[in-house]
């Protein structure tokens, strides 16, 4: 929850083609987050913000670039699609809920890359 | 780094019956923050239940608590009275306080819950 949208929520398009998925939140959370869920390894991090124009690497950001020009938006980019980015990607926030800071996860969206 | 380790791929009980679901991590941080989610086959990540590790205490949500063993830096999963909505993927996921607070997961235990 935590109004995150993710769109779209599902694409099927051909490898070396760039793509583009967005996150949505509504209320102003300082983190956001990109993964991606593939079998056998859970959720990996692909890239972070902390800001406004303020990006870092995660653990398999090869392939991938992100950016933040609003707080509310967090745009991840593949340059040219691989059929190795086929995968399940969740976007996600931080935020304090009864004092404790928690990650919430919004929708996914499936890719394929043919 | 951190690494986060669920060994059991797959699990299947009874409705009613309890579960309990393993995982280990390994860090060399004396404080940081532990969770649970569970993914349905909606694919949506909803938060189980979250621990901090300065806290002696298990925490509790409902029929969701957990074991935690700091020394032994194993944090297990027990269900009770198990529900047919409690089938979905489990996955345990270990955070650091400061910064970024970026998750790192483990690979998942696909829980099945029959009548």
């Known amino acids: 929850d935590a109004g995150i949208t993710q769109s779209p929520r599902h694409k099927v398009t051909e490898t070396g083609t760039p793509v583009t998925l967005r996150c949505h939140q509504t209320e102003n959370h300082r983190y956001m987050y990109w993964y991606r869920q593939d079998p056998g390894h859970g959720l990996r991090l692909i890239h972070y913000?902390?800001?406004?124009?303020?990006?870092d690497k995660g653990e398999v950001s090869d392939g991938y670039s992100v950016s933040r020009s609003k707080t509310e938006d967090f745009l991840l980019t593949l340059e040219s699609a691989t059929s190795s980015q086929t995968s399940v990607y969740f976007c996600a926030i931080s935020a304090e809920r009864g004092g404790q800071e928690t990650q919430y996860f919004g929708p996914g969206t499936r890719l394929l890359v043919l | 780094a951190q690494t986060v380790t669920q060994s059991q791929p797959e699990m299947s009980v009874q409705e009613a019956e309890t579960v309990t679901l393993s995982c280990t991590y390994d860090t060399s941080e004396s404080n940081y923050y532990l969770f649970w989610y569970k993914q349905p086959p909606s694919r949506q990540m909803i938060l189980v239940i979250r621990?901090?590790?300065?806290?002696?205490q298990n925490a509790t949500e409902n029929r969701f608590s957990v074991n935690f063993q700091k020394a032994a830096k194993s944090f297990s999963l027990k269900i009770s009275d198990s529900q047919l909505g409690d089938t979905a993927m489990y996955f345990c996921?270990?955070?650091?306080?400061?910064?970024?607070?970026?998750?790192?997961f483990g690979q998942g235990t696909r829980l099945t819950i029959n009548p």
């Open positions: 913000s902390y800001g406004v124009k303020d990006t």
């Open positions: 621990q901090e590790a300065y806290k002696q």
């Open positions: 996921a270990f955070m650091k306080p400061r910064g970024a607070q970026k998750l790192v």
